[in-house]
């Protein structure tokens, strides 16, 4: 379940509920969402990984993030109403699709959930931000080097997650 809620707490059961309520399961490489569609939902990470990215005309194609177990994928544009990337799993992946408006509810009823929430958008911005410097001024080598490393110690493998 989503890191930083305390299990068995009142939130923790809450966001579980809703979390039950919207279980699916998407096998490797089935879209869950497409840039330029309508989105009114947010997916929570229950196992697996998830690509997200964008793409130009041409259909070339850029890796925006990784989201891994416990991590959340809003794909909303600045409307809101419309995805502005491409939500793809990298693995089998157990999810659960979150209605928009019945996770701010339970951000406005608990504060532990929105706390945690606004933690896994920062998390998020912080390693877009890494990316983008990655990508502006690392080489090729760098670029790889430091995604591996980054993937390695956010999947848990080396016991520090």
């Known amino acids: 379940?989503?890191?930083?809620?305390?299990?068995?707490?009142?939130?923790?059961?809450?966001?579980?509920?809703?979390?039950?309520?919207?279980?699916?399961?998407?096998?490797?490489?089935?879209?869950?969402?497409?840039?330029?569609?309508?989105?009114?939902?947010?997916?929570?990470?229950?196992?697996g990984w998830v690509l997200v990215?964008?793409?130009?005309?041409?259909?070339?194609?850029?890796?925006?993030?990784?989201?891994t177990r416990g991590g959340l994928v809003d794909p909303a544009s600045a409307d809101r109403n419309i995805s502005?990337?491409?939500?793809?799993?990298?693995?089998?992946?157990?999810?659960?699709?979150?209605?928009?408006?019945?996770?701010?509810?339970?951000?406005?009823?608990h504060p532990e959930i929105a706390g945690v929430v606004d933690r896994d958008r920062r998390a998020a911005m912080a390693r877009i931000a890494e990316r983008m410097l990655r990508l502006g001024k690392g080489s090729a080598e760098r670029r790889v080097a430091f995604a591996l490393c980054e993937l390695c110690l956010r999947s848990g493998s080396l016991g520090l997650e």
């Open 1 to 47: 379940m989503p890191k930083g809620l305390s299990p068995g707490s009142v939130a923790h059961r809450a966001f579980c509920v809703l979390v039950d309520a919207g279980r699916a399961k998407r096998a490797r490489g089935a879209i869950l969402k497409l840039e330029g569609d309508e989105t009114n939902s947010v997916y929570f990470v229950i196992s």
């Open 84 to 109: 502005s990337v491409e939500v793809e799993p990298l693995t089998d992946l157990n999810y659960a699709k979150l209605s928009r408006t019945e996770l701010a509810r339970l951000q406005r009823e």
């Open 53 to 67: 990215s964008k793409s130009t005309g041409e259909g070339q194609r850029q890796i925006i993030d990784i989201v």
